[in-house]
């Protein structure tokens, strides 16, 4: 099993990181982060070379993660929460996930060859909606084929307690890597209709 994490902070020591930290050591398998912070990919910028051709014409880092996307068996979402929505440099990287979309839709054919299960885990201070964000990260794994995704792991109140003294997350986390591993239960598809 390989489960690969994409990480919106540009936090290193950060709650995003400590949760991960916890999340990983209760992953079996094979585990791989990607740091969107400090990566060299750069945003789509519309070229529609996507739109006949597989893949994408920009050369940069892109195209080792592409590689990551398409080879895990789970794939992870992990972001602060910056004015309700995930962090700007994760939705940079993401944004080159239109290959796979323009692929399936305009051209129908299917890059990414295995479904995958997905995962959002999501840290912020105060107690303000999380929602937008994990609508965004819903729809942004299930463009990357997760066909089941977990509902949404939110840790809110960090600017008061920090992740790793908060006390549901470890039953959360617990619950999430349940998931990865198919040992709990999954979700009908309809992941962040209940929020």
Not at 65 to 77: A, G, S, T, W
Not at 108 to 117: A, F, T, W
Request: aromatic letters at 8%; glycine letters at 10%.
């Amino acid at each position: 099993m390989k489960t690969l994490i994409i990480n919106g902070s540009p936090r290193k020591h950060g709650d995003t990181a400590q949760m991960i930290r916890k999340l990983r050591e209760k992953l079996p398998g094979e585990v791989e982060e990607f740091v969107c912070y400090g990566s060299e990919i750069g945003g789509c910028v519309d070229c529609r070379y996507c739109w006949k051709e597989d893949g994408c014409c920009r050369k940069d880092g892109w195209q080792e993660l592409d590689r990551k996307i398409r080879e895990c068996d789970n794939l992870l979402i992990a972001s602060p929460v910056y004015f309700f929505e995930l962090t700007g440099r994760l939705l940079d990287v993401f944004s080159r996930v239109q290959s796979y979309w323009c692929a399936r839709f305009y051209r129908k054919k299917e890059l990414i060859p295995k479904v995958k299960r997905g995962g959002i885990l999501l840290v912020g201070g105060g107690n303000g909606s999380m929602e937008r964000a994990a609508e965004t990260a819903s729809l942004l794994l299930k463009d990357m084929r997760c066909v089941e995704i977990a509902p949404p792991v939110c840790c809110h109140n960090t600017d008061r307690v920090p992740a790793e003294e908060n006390e549901q997350m470890e039953g959360e986390l617990t619950r999430l890597a349940g998931f990865f591993s198919g040992t709990s239960a999954g979700t009908d598809g309809n992941d962040t209709d209940s929020l």
